[in-house]
């Protein structure tokens, strides 16, 4: 039976062991520390970054996988005997590792089979996504019509974290929409979504527990979900979260994953939230 690789970026947050079940292919986004480069993921895991975040005077920095990052996982998808590979990257309007992807879909062309997908999300929003279409490849689906699901789901996708600081954020250049959010108190705790593959602003709370009350009621919303993650980077909330959407219709289990350094760059330690896909 053909079968279609799926391939992702480490923007995603997917825990190690769904991706290695599901055989979904994570290239890395680089992570730089002043001088000192690491590759996210392979060299610097989560609990690693943040203990560096909290010891460094500098903020970390971003970039996107090199072309020929991806070009070596489309190899390695031909020299497995995958017959197609669909590739789910973070927006593109955040990152420059959709173009990486495209270019190296392109230099391939002649032996296999690449579709980029722009999720215009990010975190395990983006996560999800990979596992939902990774599921359905087991299936013996095939590329066009994984495509075609994913194209489908793009729009049933939804986050709201809340930051317990703006520093990252500001500094890293991804406010978008959220810019309204300067100048305001260190009290307010503000709540982020992802609009049209930017970051804006999705509300102000004036404390940690109404923040993630207010979080909690944006995934209810939109319930039923068919699939939902909690992501957390440093954050002494989880189960208080939890609780909250403990009652929340959804028709597969919870992930709670851990937000790396590709997206915890820029959110900053604190940082908790939700994604989903709508049924």
Do not use: N
């Amino acid at each position: 039976m053909a079968h279609v690789r799926v391939i992702t970026d480490s923007a995603c947050d997917l825990p190690e062991e769904i991706a290695q079940r599901l055989e979904i292919d994570i290239v890395s986004l680089k992570i730089r520390f002043g001088e000192q480069e690491f590759t996210d993921r392979v060299d610097l895991k989560p609990a690693e970054f943040w203990a560096r975040c909290k010891a460094s005077k500098t903020l970390p920095a971003t970039s996107a996988p090199s072309v020929g990052a991806f070009q070596e996982s489309y190899e390695r998808a031909h020299a497995d005997g995958c017959d197609g590979v669909i590739v789910l990257t973070l927006s593109a309007l955040l990152s420059a590792t959709h173009q990486s992807a495209v270019l190296a879909g392109e230099a391939v062309a002649d032996r296999i089979d690449v579709r980029v997908i722009d999720t215009k999300a990010v975190s395990m929003a983006q996560g999800l996504l990979a596992m939902d279409i990774a599921e359905e490849a087991t299936t013996g689906a095939t590329l066009d019509e994984l495509v075609a699901r994913a194209d489908g789901l793009l729009d049933k996708v939804g986050v709201v974290a809340m930051l317990d600081t703006l520093e990252h954020l500001i500094k890293g250049g991804r406010v978008g929409g959220a810019k309204a959010l300067l100048g305001q108190v260190l009290s307010i705790k503000p709540l982020l979504e992802l609009k049209d593959g930017l970051v804006a602003e999705a509300g102000r709370q004036r404390t940690k527990a109404k923040a993630l009350s207010a979080i909690a009621d944006v995934a209810k919303s939109h319930a039923p979900l068919r699939r939902l993650a909690l992501i957390q980077g440093a954050s002494s909330e989880v189960h208080a979260l939890e609780s909250l959407i403990a009652d929340v219709a959804v028709q597969y289990p919870l992930v709670v994953a851990d937000m790396g350094p590709t997206v915890g760059t820029h959110g900053g330690p604190g940082i908790i939230g939700l994604c989903w896909i709508k049924a």
